[in-house]
């Protein structure tokens, strides 16, 4: 985080072991967007989701989401939806009331192209709308390769050499 923040860099987190996210809830408060999904925020909130709607399970964590600062959090829902809950800061500061974008979920690809979307200055939504297309090409695939996609498939603007 030091460097990151050293080198004005953004950092994006998905954890493997839930139980250190929550000895160390401080560091959730200084990434640009934290990925986990609906298991994994019962833990870090103390609560159960799995009796909750979409709906319900939205409006509960971007509650949870801004009580704990944490500036952007994305929750999977496994078969079900993905749910953005809060996005607490702006580029320029301004707040935004908590809101709440669905997408189909395959975590590693997901993340893939959430965070690639991000990167390239797409909104959260746009950015997870590309997370999903990236993980349900995967999910099409019976191979254990990811298709090649160009950036602009994505609406990305980048310049690509073959």
């Known amino acids: 985080m030091h460097y990151a ?3 004005r860099k953004k950092v994006y987190a998905a954890v493997s072991n839930m139980s250190i ?5 401080s560091l959730l408060q200084e ?5 986990c999904n609906q298991q994994e925020a019962g833990l870090m909130f103390s609560d159960d989701y799995d009796h909750l709607t979409p709906d319900e399970m939205r409006t509960t964590l971007a509650a949870n989401v801004r009580s704990a600062n944490i500036p952007c959090m994305v929750v999977t829902m496994g078969e079900q939806r993905r749910l953005r809950p809060h996005r607490r800061r702006e580029r320029h500061g301004a707040r935004q009331e908590g809101r709440c974008h669905r997408h189909h979920r395959r975590r590693g690809c ?5 965070v690639i979307g991000l ?6 939504a746009e950015a997870c709308e590309i997370g999903s ?6 999910i099409c695939i019976s191979e254990n390769v990811c298709p090649r996609f160009r950036p602009q498939e994505f609406g990305l603007d980048v310049p690509v050499t073959d």
């Open 5 to 7: 923040k050293k080198y």
């Open 21 to 25: 996210a929550m000895e160390r809830r």
């Open 31 to 35: 990434v640009d967007c934290f990925v």
């Open 110 to 114: 997901f993340l893939a192209g959430t």
């Open 119 to 124: 990167t390239y200055g797409k909104t959260l």
């Open 133 to 138: 297309r990236l993980a349900a090409s995967v």
